[in-house]
């Protein structure tokens, strides 16, 4: 019997949901599955915070089950429910997501009608986000809104304990007539306090992959920093892991990846740091304690422009750096400095620097692209696509833009209503990469996903590879006449 229960739901028929990534807003891809499952073989990742939870609840003596309803292309949801009403838990906490959040509360409006009585804790910034419709339609009990990887274990372990809601901390309840803010008592201050999160509820056969590297390797994710402090205006990061830096011991980060190394066989890390170089001391001590272990470990990490040096370079490549992602967002001078890096050196100069320093120290260079943003015209996507074009990074990732809640674009967009309500979008377009769901001040949304395929097409080969082909669409044409 499991007093708990954590739960990474799955993902909804015809759509594949990635519920850690845009800050845990969550993304998705189209898919041609019918039922409730997840496609396997993607580069996916574990909704983290669940790892941290379920390790407090082991250091606080609770029974608990976790389900991990992505880990087949099929989920079982009668055997689910099943089991479910035979434990009878008192509560169940899970996230919820943009894209799948309609499929999601109906699965939970299941589950209390399996287990009358049982509370649901809702995890993730798209709960803390439609917190008051959440709990006043008694699809939640309790949203977190603070300091979720240490206080929902502590949370979940009184209430399997019977205490009431009233005890909870980090987040909101229903009173009733509105949502009644329970502050922390104890804040998080650190990642420190679980010796090693749960990575043993894993299926590990699942985190393998030759996304990068070209070569099939087990991988798993790891946080040496949790949040974000700049004021990026489109980006969910601050809202979704916070906007103040906490830290995991450099020496705590070692051993958490000797251990899923030796006991695990991981080989490859995907550090999920909102920016890994933030805190340059921090970050070097990170390295240092990688090379002083020699794992044979190689990673991937995402940082700015503007934290890195060419010292800082040749230490993460000694360390086990073979990949670094900058968010680059727009190649045109104006909008880079406006709106994509308006909180740093707004130079394009400075970031073809650090593109060409990454790739001179064997490091490969993937910058992400966001395409439609509100000032987004023909002019600056041709401007994107030179500048692409010159610096030559390995590789892009092309998203379109979404004013995703939270974010000072969503708080202007609503106010102006200049492009439309925000509000208005079916939320279950949030995936960033399956259409655009706004226009811009000068482009149709049908000229946004023309500019984007336009995009992808043009980087995707040389100049002579375009002329040719265009040369042989064109004698075709006249053979066909």
């Known amino acids: 019997m499991a007093a708990v229960y954590l739960m990474q739901l799955p993902s909804p028929p015809r759509r594949n949901v990635f519920r850690e990534w845009a800050g845990g807003m969550g993304t998705s891809l189209a898919s041609e599955r019918t039922v409730a499952g997840h496609d396997q073989g993607y580069y996916d990742i574990p909704f983290s915070t669940l790892l941290y939870v379920a390790r407090v609840l082991e250091q606080e003596g609770v029974d608990y089950r976790y389900v991990d309803g992505q880990a087949r292309a099929a989920f079982d949801e009668t055997g689910f429910l099943t089991q479910l009403a ?14 799948s959040l309609g499929p999601d509360l109906a699965l939970l409006g299941k589950a209390r009608a399996a287990v009358p009585g049982l509370r649901i804790i809702l995890l993730g910034p798209t709960a803390k986000w439609f917190k008051d419709r959440l709990l006043r339609e008694g699809h939640a009990d309790f949203v977190m809104e603070e300091g979720e990887e240490l206080l929902t274990g502590r949370n979940l372990a009184r209430l399997a304990a019977g205490e009431t809601l009233a005890a909870l901390e ?26 090693f999160p749960a990575y043993g509820l894993l299926d590990f056969s699942r985190y393998e992959s ?18 974000c402090p700049y004021k990026c205006g489109y980006c969910p990061y601050p809202f ?12 705590k980060v070692g051993d958490d990846i000797e251990r899923l190394h030796r006991e695990f066989g991981v080989v490859q890390i995907l550090f999920r740091d909102q920016v890994f170089t933030i805190n340059r001391k921090h970050a ?36 086990g750096c073979r990949e ?6 727009s ?76 974010t000072p674009m969503y ?12 509000d208005a979008i079916d939320w279950e377009d949030f995936g960033s990469f399956t259409r655009p769901v706004m226009p811009t001040k000068h482009m149709t949304k049908d000229e946004v996903k023309r500019a984007k395929e336009l995009l992808s097409w043009d980087l995707r080969y040389s100049l002579m590879e375009r002329l040719g082909m265009r040369v042989r669409r064109m004698l075709r044409l006249r053979e066909a006449a």
């Open 411 to 422: 708080q202007e967009l609503k106010a102006s209503q200049a492009l439309g309500d925000p």
């Open 331 to 406: 190649g045109d001078p104006e909008m880079f400095g406006a709106i994509a890096k308006s909180d740093g050196p707004q130079s394009l100069d400075l970031f073809e620097k650090v593109v060409g320093w990454t790739k001179a120290r064997g490091m490969r260079c993937h910058t992400h692209l966001i395409v439609g943003m509100p000032d987004e015209s023909w002019e600056t996507v041709r401007n994107t696509g030179r500048w692409l074009r010159k610096v030559k990074p390995d590789s892009i990732q092309l998203a379109y833009f979404m004013p995703y809640p939270g």
């Open 210 to 227: 030759d996304y990068y590297f070209g070569e099939r390797m087990r991988y798993a994710t790891v946080f040496t920093t949790k949040g």
């Open 86 to 99: 035979e434990d009878r838990p008192a509560v169940l906490a899970t996230v919820v997501n943009i894209p």
């Open 240 to 251: 979704g892991f916070g906007n103040r830096l906490i830290y995991r011991n450099p020496k």
């Open 284 to 319: 070097a001590a990170v390295c240092e304690e990688l090379i002083r272990r020699a794992l044979p470990i190689r990673w991937v990490c995402e940082t700015r422009y503007d934290v890195v040096d060419e010292a800082m370079l040749d230490l993460m490549y000694r360390a």
């Open 170 to 195: 980090g987040g909101s309840a229903w009173n009733g007539a509105a949502a009644r803010k329970q502050p922390a008592r104890t804040p998080m201050t650190s990642l420190d306090f679980v010796d």
């Open 324 to 329: 670094i992602h900058y968010g680059l967002e």
